[in-house]
């Protein structure tokens, strides 16, 4: 009844999967507080931030497709630009150089690669021919497309990040409807080149894939992170050992509680209870953006919003997988709930770019 009274703009929100979007943005202040040892000193600032990035993703929402469209390849140039920019110009903090300090903001363009290569794949599937779907040109404009931030990413070092900027380039591409025997094969070529690979990788990030293999084998040392993990999530049991009495997150025996494994810090707390409201409100966005794409009408705003939803995806289940020992520790947030601006900027980006198609979505239905 209450948004009976609202302008109709924004009384055609999505307004179930913004509540959602709030409930874990909320839920994540509460754990950042008890992280920080009942302080302020996470949870404000990331309050500050999501009210910020609401607001934008609210903006966002009444960009028209057609113009997010032709903004795809001017978008993706000029953050190819920034990447480059932070190989010459970029600040070094924690070992790798990803940032291109603004002043008043610290920008990591890598993260912003993340939902402009979707935009930037589905642009060139949506011009590409049907007939010539299956062809060459099908295959090598994409594989640049993607290649080049991937390198420049890798370069930084970022495993974590470049690997999110391919998994959202081979969506778009598995989506337009690429054989499947090229997936495959791409998938046998990995197998084989794999080993070649792993040799080129740094000590850190090799260090990385043979502890997540055996981290018993340095349970002090490399294999810490995965194994303190494990421990918090394994102690909060069903209901979790109550608010503010996290010793792993207390102690500093987890590492990163606030930000890479702040999923073990809540759920030493919360429990499975609170592990699986996280799960579920994140399925239930991620059903949202799937229907945004079923109910598309054109072939960009289709591919588009099906990319920008599993780049979400992406980012819950590595994090998930990571912190739970079943991948690499390979650094990426768990979106709208880690501490830090990036990720959630780009998830915020991703759903106001989703709810302007389903904007379009709705016009084009009642036309017709």
């Known amino acids: 009844m209450a948004l009976a009274f609202m302008p109709k703009p924004v009384r055609e929100l999505p307004w179930p999967m913004l509540a959602l979007v709030t ?27 999501f009210v910020v990035f609401f607001g934008m993703a609210i903006a ?8 997010i469209k032709q903004a795809a390849f001017p978008a993706y140039v000029i953050t190819l630009m920034l990447l480059i920019f932070v190989e010459a110009l970029g600040f070094v903090s924690g070992g790798a150089q990803r940032w291109l300090s603004l002043g008043f903001i610290n920008l ?14 589905a642009h060139f599937y949506a011009l590409l021919p049907a007939r010539e779907i299956r062809g060459r040109t099908a295959i090598w404009p994409a594989a640049v497309l993607i290649g080049i931030p991937a390198a420049l990413i890798l370069i930084q070092p970022d495993l974590g990040t470049a690997m999110m900027v391919v998994l959202g380039g081979l969506s778009i591409m598995f989506l ?25 990788l740094h000590d850190y990030q090799r260090n990385r894939i043979l502890i997540f293999m055996n981290p018993e084998n340095d349970p002090l040392g490399a294999g810490y992170h995965i194994t ?11 209901t979790g050992n109550g608010y503010l009495q996290g010793t792993q997150s207390h102690f500093a025996f987890l590492p990163e509680p606030h930000t890479d494994f702040i999923f073990a810090t809540m759920a030493e707390e919360w429990g499975l209870a609170g592990g699986l409201f996280l799960i579920v409100a994140f399925l239930l966005i991620l059903r949202w953006g799937m229907n945004v794409a079923t109910d598309s009408k054109d072939r960009f705003s289709r591919l588009a919003a ?3 939803t599993m780049t979400i995806f992406f980012y819950v289940a590595i ?23 990036s990720a959630m900027m780009t998830v915020m980006i991703c759903l106001g770019l989703l709810m302007a198609i389903e904007r379009q979505n709705r016009r084009d239905a009642r036309r017709g």
């Open 23 to 49: 409930a874990i943005a909320g839920f994540s202040t509460l754990v950042l507080y008890s992280a920080a040892g009942g302080k302020g000193t996470w949870a404000l600032p990331q309050a500050v931030r």
């Open 60 to 67: 966002m929402s009444r960009l028209k497709p057609e113009w």
């Open 108 to 121: 990591q363009p890598s993260e912003l690669m993340k939902p402009v290569i979707v935009l930037a794949c």
């Open 176 to 200: 337009a409807g690429l054989p499947m025997r090229l997936f495959v094969g791409g998938a046998a070529a990995l197998a084989v080149v794999g080993p070649i690979a792993f040799s080129f």
């Open 228 to 238: 303190q993990s494990k421990i918090a999530i394994g102690s909060g049991g069903l």
């Open 306 to 308: 099906a990319g920008l």
């Open 319 to 341: 994090n998930l997988m990571m912190v739970m020992g079943l991948a690499p520790v390979v650094g990426v947030p768990l979106p709208l709930f880690s501490y830090g601006g």
